[in-house]
């Protein structure tokens, strides 16, 4: 087992270039199955473990994938398999997003049930009424999902219940191949799904809308290759805002585009942190004292949950009473108890966390719950009085390139090491192109 140890302190300082989405990236190589001719070729990869994930998933199912410098090619024009085995979707639950392109592009997909995970049951209903719409007959058993249509799926009006990120991708993705026009209402409007549009696009499909409330695609009969470069990842962008401002420092996030960062630099600001847009990124100046805010996550434009976590970091050390409210997922706050751990006067209420800072932050050993738990631990532990050491590294390995070392560079005191003899080691992340 690996631990990251940080010894809090130093103000960070400098510049950090943040990667591709993770948010992004999936769903784009899950859609590289729709182009039965050419090749995709996807830039701006980041090598995370979800990464390495859903390329064997599409490996598994038949289409040629190579991984090298930030690079994907996918060549899905082969005869592919229909079915998602359990192995990979318990890694990772995004491997569910192949579901829409194999109905689309077989007639037929099995994908294994996801199951809950760390920060909620994460039901995948929205997806499948969506299937349904389109004719397709959707039944559970046996722990898989299976989705048929007889014959082409067919265009169709969708109200999701709730603007699910995965069920617009899943849906979108499906409709593309579909016969007719699909008109889908309360979407998701994140940037990750402008992002996928504009790579189907790119392919040959016809979405128009995506990044309002409505989307609007109308099918054609066949989609090519084609080549896309990945937006930058804008909560690995946050979690680096986050950093400088914890510590009073004053960085440079390369590669943040404020545009879809609107949220959460609305609420730093209101704690009292500086910011200023420079040509190739956003510069972050933290204050000596921060101010408590009230926080409450929603689907985008709202504050995201992905960056919930780190923002009670955040205002674990600013100075009076916050309040975080949970709005998407029903259980995503594991992490309090390890805030606990590190002295943090903080309470769960319902849906909701009370905290009053600022804390006498202490170090301790903490276990990641999640991935954005993850980043949050060693956010504190970057102010924490003496020594922090974090566990289950899988999870940030999941969402982070070599966090630590894009930390340490900024001057950070922290270190990645194996936990029994605690010297320094190399995270997965960091071995260039295991697949190559
Ligand atoms: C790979 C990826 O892009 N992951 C992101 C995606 O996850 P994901 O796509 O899973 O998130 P959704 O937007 O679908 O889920 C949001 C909420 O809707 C519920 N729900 C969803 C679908 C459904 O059919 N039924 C249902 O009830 C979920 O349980 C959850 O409570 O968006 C989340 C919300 O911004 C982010 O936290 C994740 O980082
Ligand atoms: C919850 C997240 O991801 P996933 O949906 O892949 O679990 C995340 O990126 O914070």
């Keep these: 087992m690996?631990?990251?140890?940080?010894?809090?302190?130093?103000?960070?300082?400098?510049s950090v270039k943040v990667e591709g989405a993770k948010n992004a990236v999936l769903p784009v190589i899950a859609a590289s199955l729709l182009a039965s001719d050419g090749k995709s070729?996807?830039?701006?990869?980041?090598?995370l473990s979800d990464v390495y994930t859903i390329n064997e998933v599409l490996r598994y199912l038949n289409a040629d994938v190579?991984?090298?410098?930030?690079?994907?090619?996918?060549?899905?024009?082969?005869?592919l398999k229909v079915e998602a085995p359990f192995e990979y979707v318990r890694k990772m639950r995004a491997s569910v997003l192949v579901m829409g392109s194999l109905l689309a592009r077989n007639g037929r997909a099995r994908v294994a049930l996801p199951g809950g995970c760390a920060i909620g049951s994460r039901p995948i209903d929205q997806h499948l009424k969506g299937f349904e719409a389109m004719g397709a007959t959707v039944k559970v058993g046996n722990g898989f999902i299976e989705a048929e249509s007889n014959g082409r799926l067919h265009g169709a009006k969708i109200y999701l219940d709730f603007p699910s990120v995965g069920a617009t991708e899943n849906i979108m993705m499906a409709a593309t191949l579909a016969q007719g026009t699909t008109i889908i209402e309360n979407v998701a409007k994140e940037p990750e799904?402008?992002?996928?549009?504009?790579?189907?696009?790119?392919m040959g499909a016809k979405v128009r809308g995506a990044g309002t409330g409505t989307i609007r695609i109308e099918g054609v009969d066949v989609l090519f290759g084609a080549d896309h470069t990945i937006i930058p990842d804008r909560i690995e962008a946050g979690t680096f805002m986050?950093?400088?401002?914890?510590?009073?420092g004053n960085v440079l996030v390369r590669g943040a585009v404020p545009e879809h960062l609107t949220s959460l630099i609305a609420k730093m600001e209101e704690m009292?942190?500086?910011?200023?847009?420079?040509?190739d990124g956003l510069r972050?100046?933290?204050?000596?004292?921060?101010?408590?805010?009230?926080?409450?996550?929603?689907?985008?434009?709202?504050?995201?949950?992905?960056?919930?976590?780190?923002m009670m970091?955040?205002?674990?050390?600013?100075?009076?009473?916050?309040?975080?409210?949970?709005?998407?997922?029903?259980?995503?706050?594991?992490?309090?108890?390890?805030?606990?751990?590190?002295?943090?006067?903080?309470?769960?209420?319902?849906?909701s966390v009370i905290l009053n800072g600022p804390c006498n932050l202490q170090g301790a050993e903490v276990a990641a719950t999640d991935l954005r738990a993850a980043a949050a631990l060693i956010l504190t532990g970057l102010v924490a009085d003496g020594v922090t050491r974090v566990t289950e590294l899988k999870h940030l390995d999941r969402g982070y390139v070599d966090f630590h070392q894009k930390l340490a560079v900024l001057g950070a005191d922290i270190e990645r090491v194996s936990a029994v003899e605690e010297t320094p080691s190399f995270p997965k992340a960091f071995v260039a192109d295991l697949n190559a």
């Design 66 to 79: 190579t991984f090298k410098n930030n690079e994907v090619t996918v060549d899905a024009s082969r005869e």
């Design 2 to 14: 690996e631990k990251i140890i940080v010894r809090g302190g130093r103000r960070l300082s400098g």
């Design 284 to 310: 972050v100046i933290g204050p000596e004292k921060l101010k408590a805010v009230d926080i409450k996550t929603m689907p985008h434009p709202g504050f995201p949950t992905d960056m919930q976590s780190q």
């Design 242 to 248: 986050v950093a400088a401002a914890i510590t009073g």
């Design 193 to 202: 799904i402008v992002d996928l549009a504009n790579f189907l696009n790119k």
């Design 41 to 47: 070729v996807i830039r701006d990869v980041p090598t």
């Design 313 to 351: 970091a955040l205002l674990l050390h600013a100075n009076g009473t916050s309040m975080i409210t949970e709005t998407v997922f029903e259980n995503r706050f594991m992490h309090v108890e390890e805030f606990r751990r590190m002295n943090a006067d903080i309470k769960i209420e319902g849906r």
């Design 272 to 279: 009292g942190v500086m910011f200023e847009e420079e040509a």
